[in-house]
């Protein structure tokens, strides 16, 4: 692992990863089409020599085959991460993410290269039986197009390591907080919050109960993975592993935690329901058992990742315009 | 359900299909592409006034919604079936049975057709943990780029019952066999055995246990389903149901029931393993108390299966022709 090709490398996760690589001295080639991606979150990696971006689409499998040349492990962490508004274009969900996961196998086939790590989701549990989830949870019902791609995806590359004897660690990811937060609930609450600090408008009646992950734990957590699986040279073709904290909270706590920290105590207006949106699950927690006996453990609460997603908006308005 | 679309309407199950349901009285419009299907099996239907058979491909979603106009019910059968060709190309699984079955669902939407029955595959168990295998497994991984396209297929009707009020039955099948029937062991050994009487090769080392499940119970399982759960108006979205026998037979067994019925001692010539190939189940073994509970129950035993498929290939050779 020491030429890694990012994608999504201008995204809220993916551009915190390239600068973890880079500090630890790894090459990095970042892919993005800059379709969510930000330049500014890789203007600092754009000052190093260990860094190119390379701006493509990943429905290009031309262009992704030709920029991946030379890199030995893959992050793909590109994907459509809007979970709400799949029903509004149910075609995005699968372009961007099981599509678009195809094509990086295709060109990680056309290289050579057989080491993928994953960006997965907790809502491939569905509305989950099993609570907290394990990875082994009892065979789900999908509930949302982005669950469904992403499980497509995980598939695909399941496929590949048996049948192309790829290297595959899957990642299902609670929500993940922290600087560069772009989307998500957060940034909802603190944008309503700065146009009307009087009243906020809650989606579903505030007690779904939600996980969340520090964006700084997520990548110790794929990273401890990957060095260790590597070091090992561990014979199983693929690992699925579920990223979260031992807790969760309600819609009501994070509103609680934002209108706490902002002094502010405007009027909760809730949509009303037990659920924010058609297909969101009122109740995401997951059990983290496996990657915590790799030894990983997070260093924030559920509660200090809000608050320091919080700080950064703050900090950084500028994410809050339309480009 | 008096007006039915059937995908694959000129396949092995297809075919099956439209026949049974224009014995019932139903006006039923057949999809294919003839790419896999036979005229010769739609020769029947086609006499029939309330049969129209409309050669087209899954790709086409214009072509797909218009000739689904006017239905109420979808029977998605058409798919890539060639499990074990997967490796050779992996696009084909992707694009002929997830991205076909998107754009049904997608036709079935722009026509406000909310009622689906989707054709899986007890492959998506991978190599199951739990045998036998019940609808509600561990999560499992994917084995072949088969039945990860079928699963992305399954959550792709998931998601459109949870998101635009579909009604989906998803049916997880062992190996059909019976009339019709155009490949696998059967006519693979069958094939073999007219060129070569005194010799039968065999991949792997004949110890796989599989389960088959004549195309009539399958046919009659499906509408026992499809009914029932219409007549009743049943409130859940997705039902999924494993239709297969309550058995397994080894491939020896299977060969012994082939050699039995041709009177031939060939030679065995086994290529050894306990797969047949990359990605071959070992153990495929479905638990089907969830579709027995609705009262139906198989008619014919595996060997009887696999003996009435003999029986119609060595009545229908020209199925053995390359078209």
């Known amino acids: 692992m020491d030429n890694i090709f990012v994608t999504g490398a201008a995204g ?8 973890v690589l880079l500090a630890q ?48 492990t893959i992050f793909h962490l590109a994907a ?25 196998l ?29 990875e082994d949870a009892p065979f789900p019902i999908q509930t949302s197009l982005y669950a469904t791609s992403k499980l497509a995806g995980e598939g695909l590359i399941h496929s590949y390591c048996e049948g192309f004897g790829f290297e595959g660690y899957v990642f299902r990811f609670v929500s993940i907080l922290g600087e560069r937060y772009t989307h998500g609930h957060v940034l909802d609450f603190f944008k309503q919050l700065i146009d009307h600090p009087d009243h906020l408008k809650v989606l579903g009646d505030g007690t779904q109960r939600k996980s969340y992950l520090y964006v700084q734990d997520c990548l110790s957590a794929m990273l401890q993975v990957m060095n260790r699986s590597l070091a090992k040279k561990a014979k199983h073709r693929v690992e699925i592993f579920n990223l979260g904290t031992d807790e969760y909270v309600q819609v009501n706590d994070s509103i609680r935690f934002i209108c706490g920290a902002m002094g502010l105590q405007p009027r909760l207006e809730y949509s009303g329901g037990d659920r924010g949106w058609v297909g969101d699950n009122p109740f995401i927690f997951l059990d983290t058992k496996k990657i915590r006996a790799t030894g990983w453990k997070p260093q924030l609460t559920i509660e200090q990742s ?18």
């Open 12 to 19: 809220f996760i993916g551009s915190s990863l390239v600068d």
């Open 25 to 72: 001295g790894k090459q990095v080639v970042g892919w993005d089409d800059l379709s969510t991606g930000r330049l500014e979150f890789v203007a600092g990696a754009q000052k190093q020599p260990n860094f190119k971006l390379v701006r493509g689409d990943n429905l290009d499998l031309g262009g992704l085959t030709a920029a991946m040349r030379g890199c030995d």
């Open 80 to 104: 459509n991460a809007d979970v709400r508004f799949g029903l509004q274009h149910p075609r995005k969900d699968l372009e961007q993410n099981t599509l678009a996961t195809f094509n990086v």
């Open 106 to 134: 295709e060109a990680m086939r056309a290289n050579g290269i057989k080491t993928i790590a994953f960006a997965s989701t907790g809502s491939v549990y569905g509305e989950a039986t099993v609570i907290p989830t394990p």
């Open 306 to 323: 809000v608050l320091c997603t919080l700080r950064w908006l703050q900090d950084n308005r500028w994410v809050l315009q339309h480009r």
